[in-house]
């Protein structure tokens, strides 16, 4: 699944990735379509935005 990045939506996306089996997931986070993160855990873990510095 692709969404818009929450702090650099513009030019930023996340990309994410669930297997509901084992419930974990992956969010790649991409900027100017390269990627600068990869996160891995609990897919519930993924909807939650600490914020924009």
Known sequence: MSSPHAC???DGDYLTWTDE???SAIRLETLNGR???IYRG???AFELI????
């Open 8 to 10: 650099a939506s513009l």
């Open 21 to 23: 089996a084992s419930r």
């Open 35 to 37: 990627v600068t993160s």
């Open 42 to 44: 609990q897919p519930e």
């Open 50 to 53: 600490e914020g924009c510095a």
